[in-house]
């Protein structure tokens, strides 16, 4: 009888033990899941050059071993243009309490920026100007929750190109869209690079996509060549431009490689999803620990040329041998 209590007294403290075994791994798994990060991801609107920022971004993670659906969750929002749909979705990301956000555009960035706590790191990926847009203190010292990378054009590259393949041209116009923080400023410090050089311009501006065909066929009957700054509503409406552009025989010179490949004739370009992945890369230094505050904001510098031959045989425009030589072998080339 005695031995029989002693059987059951020891089921009993095995059964115990296997209890709490199990409930502690139970916990310890649910602590592991909770462990995943989750990154939310703010993009403004959908066009080529986003997509490949976005595109980019992801890789960059990938670089440092963060893979979605396995050890990192993604969240990403698209407001197609919409700015009180950039509100709901900041929102959403705050009310959230994700790990980290990252702005694809400047109003996203702005947006997140202004959303979610000074805890949470806003990364920011191919914005114009961080600095004068009010997102940073400064490139090297951001100061704060936030940093990136930023999708600064080489508009001397791009001014030389132009002049290079339209060299008898009197007068560039130059379009970009009022509202767009980056773009306003590409275009006027292209305007300015324009005035150091003698070469005469005219400013023309959009408040939305749907004033592109209007200002667009305006701007093409007073000027011999167009410049396309790295501006959201002018990508988004490219292939509008370059119609326009087209009839009038008036070649379009852009700021982005995606943009040429919607119509533009050639550029020296910054790879956009380039710019992605370093931004991807510093969000995943970020969720190691790495400080917003001391980490500089980080510039893609080296660009290269990028050429439509479809879009020159149209326009009856040879384009430099030497241009069409390094596109075939650096850059890219459309056909």
Do not use: W
């Amino acid at each position: 009888m005695k031995r029989m209590y002693t059987l059951i007294a020891a089921l009993i403290i095995f059964l115990g033990v296997a209890f709490f075994t199990t409930q502690n791994a139970s916990k310890t798994t649910s602590s592991n899941k909770e462990k995943i990060p989750t990154v939310g991801i703010l993009q403004l609107v959908t066009h080529p050059a986003l997509d490949q920022i976005h595109q980019g971004f992801v890789a960059g993670l990938k670089e440092y071993g963060y893979v979605p659906g396995k050890n990192i969750k993604i969240d990403f929002q698209n407001a197609q243009g919409d700015q009180s749909n950039l509100k709901t979705m900041s929102t959403k990301f705050a009310n959230e309490n994700v790990d980290l956000v990252a702005g694809i555009a400047t109003p996203a960035a702005q947006a997140l920026a202004n959303s979610v706590s000074k805890s949470t790191p806003v990364i920011l990926a191919g914005i114009t100007d961080p600095a004068g847009s009010g997102l940073v203190k400064s490139d090297k010292h951001p100061g704060g929750n936030v940093t990136g990378t930023s999708g600064e054009s080489p508009l001397q590259k791009q001014l030389e190109l132009l002049k290079q393949i339209v060299p008898n041209a009197k007068t560039i116009g130059i379009i970009y869209t009022s509202s767009d923080h980056g773009g306003a400023y590409n275009a006027k410090k292209f305007a300015k690079l324009c005035q150091q050089a003698g070469v005469n311009y005219k400013l023309y501006t959009i408040s939305s996509t749907n004033d592109m065909q209007q200002v667009a066929e305006q701007m093409t009957s007073q000027v011999d060549a167009v410049y396309a700054p790295q501006d959201n509503g002018v990508a988004s409406a490219m292939k509008t431009l370059v119609n326009v552009a087209n009839q009038a025989k008036i070649p379009v010179i852009p700021s982005a490689d995606t943009m040429v490949k919607d119509g533009g004739l050639a550029s020296y370009a910054i790879s956009q999803k380039e710019l992605g992945k370093v931004a991807g890369e510093m969000a995943a230094q970020v969720l190691r620990g790495r400080k917003t505050a001391t980490f500089p904001v980080a510039y893609v510098t080296k660009g290269t040329y990028v050429i439509n031959q479809k879009e020159a045989k149209l326009l009856g425009i040879t384009l430099p041998n030497e241009i069409v030589k390094q596109a075939e072998a650096k850059g890219e080339v459309f056909k």
